[in-house]
């Protein structure tokens, strides 16, 4: 996945709006009318968060006579976990560390004869 593309797909994701159209999507494709109708907003409005997901690749839209379904696409969420991955990986590895500092410090301070105020 190229930085570029990352990119789109965390500005698409870094507005609540499309994140919650991505929560609805996630249980089946539906309409751009049922997406719009727990937004306090136009079905235009909907529309341009629509094309912002479908330019990041997370939906797909297709049409089937009069109606026009919207469906998920997960596969930049997936790539973006594993984006993620990485620093969760260096996360963990420094609280790692940080445990094993505070038993450390622990043992010396057990070692010394401090008792620990509570």
Request: aromatic share 8%; with cysteine; charged share 30%.
């Amino acid at each position: 996945m190229s930085s570029d593309h990352l990119s789109t797909t965390f500005a698409a994701l870094a507005d609540p709006t499309r994140r919650a159209i991505l929560a609805r999507l996630a249980s089946g494709e539906t309409s751009v009318t049922e997406l719009a109708a727990p937004f306090e907003m136009t079905t235009p409005a909907v529309t341009k968060h629509l094309k912002v997901l479908e330019r990041a690749g997370l939906i797909t839209r297709s049409r089937q006579a009069q109606w026009r379904p919207c469906q998920l696409n997960a596969t930049p969420l997936h790539e973006v976990a594993d984006f993620i991955e990485q620093y969760r990986q260096f996360w963990e590895q420094s609280f790692d560390r940080l445990d094993s500092y505070l038993q450390t410090l622990k043992k010396k301070e057990k070692k010394n004869g401090r008792k620990n105020k509570k």
